[in-house]
């Protein structure tokens, strides 16, 4: 049965414990008193069908704390109070059931939840004690009272002192709005002396090297490599090292080169403003891939802006250009005979935060920028709303100035064999006019989803950092 319970307390600590008064780490919430000869019985008819012997590590730590250990405290609940760095905190046992880990609830190799959520029936109840599990250290171990039916009186739920204190930071952190964001904004001369040159073979070969890219592409948006090998696998390999390609009409991966009727304005010779790929999806790629296998055609220069940094200083320059930013819809397409692509997105998109606190990092979730696929408006082209498009033409004009102004910009124009990724929902690109008639340009490009990219960054950084981010706030990794 019990498939967590790894350790047990001596029989005699057990009894002198439900005996002796002092503090509890769990109790109903209803109420803290408790019936010392219910609970030694149960204890007891508990404890002797779970037969583990305790590491001497843990008796040490047991007996320190045996006031403590092993008490089923009173009734069953519908919500029990477990003690957490003194306090009582509450729980709801729908949470506590609902979460548990056990080889019945969870099948261990694939991880998936064995019940719904909606099995559980609204009259459940638990009841708590402390315990030490071999793996998890103390735990508040649960009893059920009307449990999900199938599972029998023998199921247990255990979750650590550490689970449940990381579980009400979590929530407390979610609910205050908290995000956890490293990234850096850069103007040309930050960026200029922050970029980060990575060699090919060692971001293939080398899982600490990779984090440490990936860990600077979050942080600025902008990464390069060098050393690629001369071939159009190359792009592929790179972005695969991350995950999965994403797909699109362009294809798997696609070639930037010039040619004669381009249907995309990438594919000509002249100078492309700043802009973003795909804003006509509901889901943009999040990073963009660009490796150079042919510059041997004169200029042809890629610039690059940090739409964020622009978007922060707009805010301090104009409150009102920013707020008109985040609201009025602007509208993408790519209408061809064979596609026929349509979406309408404000300028600037802010993760949500608390109801009566003004945002004090500016919590940018992207923005959106990509004139030469803009379509018409739609909205608020006039009757009623007369003074928004105006406000939007004065906004959008103050924030492209800061987007192409020369300290916002950083140019480079990428060698044979080098490949640029950037995160396409934030950094913009560029490109100036080429003399095609000279020589051969060619890009590689591809593209990765945000889905992919975080799985990976977070994969690494609990591996080698400890800790992952999920919705901005920070999770230690799971043991
Ligand atoms: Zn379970």
């Known amino acids: 049965m019990s498939l967590n319970l790894t350790t047990k307390l001596p029989l005699r600590a057990l009894l002198s414990a439900a005996t002796r008064a002092g503090p509890r780490r769990c109790a109903p919430a209803a109420s803290l008193q408790k019936n010392a000869a219910t609970t030694l019985a149960v204890v007891r008819r508990f404890w002797t069908s779970t037969p583990h012997a305790a590491t001497p590590a843990r008796q040490e730590h047991l007996v ?36 548990c880990t056990c080889a019945q609830c969870v099948n261990p190799d694939s991880k998936q939840k064995l019940f719904q959520t909606s099995d559980i029936p609204e009259d459940l109840e638990g009841a708590c004690r402390t315990v030490v599990d071999k793996e998890k250290g103390w735990v508040v171990e649960l009893v059920w009272k009307n449990d999900v039916p199938g599972y029998g009186v023998e199921h247990r739920t255990r979750h650590s002192i550490d689970w449940l204190r990381r579980a009400l930071t979590t929530e407390l952190e979610l609910r205050g709005g908290v995000r956890s964001d490293e990234r850096v904004l850069w103007d040309r001369e930050i960026i200029t002396k922050n970029n980060k040159w990575v060699d090919y073979k060692a971001y293939m070969a080398e899982d600490e090297v990779l984090f440490d890219a990936l860990s600077h592409l979050n ?14 696998e190359g792009v592929v390999d790179i972005a695969g090292r991350i995950g999965t390609l994403k797909d699109t009409f362009y294809g798997r991966t696609w070639d930037v080169k010039s040619k004669p009727h381009a249907e995309n304005i990438a594919y000509t010779n002249v100078f492309l403003g700043l802009h973003m790929d795909l804003l006509y999806t509901s889901n943009p790629p999040h990073l963009q891939l660009l490796h150079s296998l042919r510059a ?8 690059f802006s940090d739409s964020f940094h622009a978007a922060h200083t707009l805010h301090s320059r104009s409150a009102f250009h920013f707020r008109t930013l985040c609201t009025f819809p602007v509208t993408y397409h790519y209408h061809h005979d064979n596609h026929h692509y349509h979406y309408t997105r404000p300028t600037i998109e802010l993760f949500p935060y608390p109801k009566y606190s003004e945002p004090t990092n500016l919590a940018i979730r992207n923005i959106n920028w990509s004139p030469p696929f803009q379509g018409p408006f739609e909205a608020r082209i006039g009757g009623e709303n007369q003074s928004a498009l105006r406000n939007y033409l004065s906004a959008s004009n103050s924030f492209e100035k800061l987007l192409s102004s020369e300290e916002n910009m950083y140019e480079y124009r990428l060698e044979e064999g080098e490949c640029v990724i950037f995160d396409n929902r934030r950094v913009l690109h560029a490109r100036r006019a080429f003399d095609a008639s000279k020589g051969e340009r060619w890009l ?34 799971v043991k």
């Open 219 to 232: 942080k600025y948006g902008l990464l390069f490599l060098k050393n690629v090998p001369d071939s159009e």
């Open 64 to 99: 320190h704390d045996a006031s403590n250990a092993g008490q089923l405290d009173g009734k069953p609940a519908r919500h029990v109070a477990v003690n957490i760095d003194g306090d009582p905190r509450v729980f709801d046992t729908v949470f506590l059931r609902d979460s």
């Open 444 to 477: 590689k490009g591809a593209y990765v989803d945000d889905d992919v990219f975080f799985s990976k960054l977070r994969v690494l950084e609990e591996r080698y950092k400890g800790n992952w981010i999920a919705d901005g706030v920070t999770r230690p990794a």
């Open 296 to 303: 041997r055609a004169p200029k042809g220069e890629s610039f």
